[in-house]
């Protein structure tokens, strides 16, 4: 199985803040990387696919970059709404796994 | 807009056999490169995927859950079932339906159900 490690697991930030979070694979997986958004109570959102394509509906405040191992989803100025939980998963081969999260906190 | 709703037992016991359903509505079932999956989230923790199937049957599994599950899919009702057997507490955890698109550049889980807690306990 590919293993995914995110970076930070938390982190605290202050409304208006630039904010990047961290995916590592542990091969290659192309661009095979999708970003979610999970607040809490509520199923996951698709926020980038394809590792920087900005899914339908979703903020241009997101971004996503990156190829290979190393992968980072940005929020360029951290809004309310944008207090949640962050997962990075792969889709490159089976099975698809996620990254552990990373909790994004009011500062 | 396509919306997926999950039904389920809520509290089963051990050993029991896992029967969810998911209801979709509001888009089209069948197209090529839809797939509909299964992830599951236990309390507090990260999401796991289960496993996911086309309308035309091509299904994709867990290895680590392959053994015991089961994901099928009816198309003149619109909706997909899992089936997860011989439960344990660790099976104990918040599951998701979702649509999977799979494209040649692109392949992940653009649609959720709101999800089903599943509690597993004597």
């Known amino acids: 199985d590919i293993q995914m490690t995110q970076s930070p697991s938390s982190l605290s930030a202050s409304v208006g803040d630039r904010v990047t979070i961290t995916c590592r694979a542990s091969?290659?997986?192309?661009?095979?990387l999708n970003w979610y958004q999970q607040k809490p109570g509520k199923a996951p959102n698709l926020l980038i696919y394809?590792?920087?394509s900005l899914q339908t509906g979703v903020s241009s405040r997101f971004s996503g970059s990156g190829s290979g191992t190393d992968f980072t989803l940005t929020i360029s100025s951290l809004q309310p709404e944008d207090f949640a939980t962050y997962y990075c998963?792969?889709?490159?081969?089976?099975?698809?796994?996620f990254g552990q999260g990373t909790k994004v906190e009011i500062k | 807009q396509l919306q997926l709703q999950e039904s389920g037992p809520g509290v089963m016991n051990p050993s029991e056999t896992l029967s969810l359903t998911c209801s979709v509505s509001?888009?089209?079932?069948?197209?090529?490169?839809?797939?509909w999956g299964w992830i599951r989230q236990p309390p507090g923790k990260g999401l796991d995927w289960i496993g996911s199937m086309s309308s035309s049957g091509d299904t994709y599994y867990n290895p680590s859950l392959k053994n015991r599950v089961n994901i099928s899919v009816d198309t003149s009702k619109n909706h997909f079932s899992l089936n997860l057997n011989s439960v344990t507490a660790t099976d104990t955890a918040i599951y998701y339906c979702a649509r999977h698109t799979i494209e040649r550049s692109w392949d992940g889980f653009d649609d959720w159900g709101q999800g089903t807690l599943v509690t597993v306990s004597s």
């Open positions: 091969q290659s997986i192309s661009s095979y």
């Open positions: 998963q792969e889709s490159y081969t089976t099975p698809r796994t």
């Open positions: 509001g888009g089209s079932f069948n197209s090529y490169n839809h797939y």
């Open positions: 394809a590792a920087s």
